[in-house]
T-cell receptor, first 111, second 114 residues
Framework: GQNIDQPTEMTATEGAIVQINCTYQ??????LFWYQQHAGEAPTFLSY????GLEEKGRFSSFLSRSKGYSYLLLKELQMKDSASYLC????????????FGTGTRLTVIP | DTAVSQTPKYLVTQMGNDKSIKCEQN?????MYWYKQDSKKFLKIMFS???????INETVPNRFSPKSPDKAHLNLHINSLELGDSAVYFC?????????????FGQGTRLTVV
């Protein structure tokens, strides 16, 4: 089975840094993805980790520890437009590229 | 150019009806998917198709049937619609496994069953 946990909601201030955690217990692992989803829109890709460590892409970074079943998404210099849901997803090692999503973290950025 | 497109964007229908949602991708991807996002925003995989073969079905009722006329299309047919089917349905596609790339999602179809 697949069990992926994230906090339901977070609030942070514009210009600050926020860390969104994700823990997973899955039957197999072949990479972890973070997606951003604005209300009423499709999820869009942010980052991908398959090896342990930190991946940095501009204001966004993602970290993975496979031994701990743990990842986080770090958002720096928060902007109002970063208010959205952030979805952690684990890819199964089966014949398909299936992604199993957590419930998502709704981030609200306040002035 | 739209990478993954699905129609319609909104669909309101009565219980018991049969409806279809269409999806097309112009990315040349091998695998396409259908996901369901419920009112709690939980995104759950329903089907995936690889080279026109269904390779996984995540305990979805058999009222739901994916149909893939070719590699670029994966349509979703739903028979005898129920109130609990109300949700947003997302189509997605991805390249072959082994490449470190993500799935691309369509804009979603908001299905409301009344």
């Amino acid at each position: 089975g697949q069990n992926i946990d994230q906090p339901t909601e977070m609030t942070a201030t514009e210009g600050a840094i926020v860390q969104i955690n994700c823990t997973y217990q899955t039957s197999g692992f072949n990479g972890l993805f973070w997606y951003q989803q604005h209300a009423g829109e499709a999820p869009t890709f942010l980052s991908y980790n398959v090896l342990d460590g930190l991946e940095e892409k501009g204001r966004f970074s993602s970290f993975l520890s496979r031994s701990k079943g743990y990842s986080y998404l770090l958002l720096k210099e928060l902007q109002m437009k970063d208010s959205a849901s952030y979805l952690c997803a684990v890819r199964a090692p089966s014949g398909a590229n299936n992604l199993f999503f957590g419930t998502g973290t709704r981030l609200t950025v306040i002035p | 150019d739209t990478a993954v497109s699905q129609t319609p964007k909104y669909l309101v229908t009565q219980m018991g009806n049969d409806k279809s949602i269409k999806c097309e991708q112009n990315l040349g991807h091998d695998t396409m998917y259908w996901y369901k996002q419920d009112s709690k925003k939980f995104l759950k995989i329903m089907f995936s198709y690889n080279n026109k073969e269904l390779i996984i079905n995540e305990t979805v009722p058999n009222r739901f049937s994916p149909k893939s006329p070719d590699k670029a299309h994966l349509n979703l047919h739903i028979n005898s619609l129920e109130l609990g089917d109300s949700a947003v349905y997302f189509c997605a596609s991805s390249p072959p496994q082994g490449r470190a790339t993500e799935a691309f999602f369509g804009q979603g179809t908001r299905l409301t069953v009344v």
